[in-house]
């Protein structure tokens, strides 16, 4: 019996290239068994409704409800469901999105601004306009 890492005889050597996309593919393939398995699991524990907008699912629109992993692991997938939620595509997507702008405003010095204070005041005149 031959070795794994070496083709058989009979086997055409493939390029770099073409291993590549063969290790791709069993990767892709394998991801979607992982993704279909944890989904089906949270959709047989939790209830068929967005944790954030209550929209709720039926078997006919169920294909719009998504499995969210509350702490952003999805290698952290416990067989309790406790790191998962069933949110719709939308409020999946909005909660990734504010995810983002948090790590991306994470170094930002709010109200810390350096530089000269503001010189401009539009309400100047204002005083001088007003009857006694």
Known sequence: MG???TPDKGQKKMSKA???EAFLDRSRQNQGGKDKGYREQSLKIHPWVCARCAREFTNRNVH???VHHK?????????DGS????????CHDN????HLDYLEGADADVGDEKGDAFTHNPFDKLKGLLPK
């Open 95 to 98: 909660e990734h999105r504010r």
């Open 3 to 5: 070795s794994n890492f």
């Open 18 to 20: 073409e291993e590549v």
């Open 64 to 66: 719009e409800l998504t």
């Open 83 to 90: 790191n998962w939620e069933n949110l719709c595509i939308y």
């Open 71 to 79: 702490d952003h692991n999805h290698e952290n997938n416990p067989s």
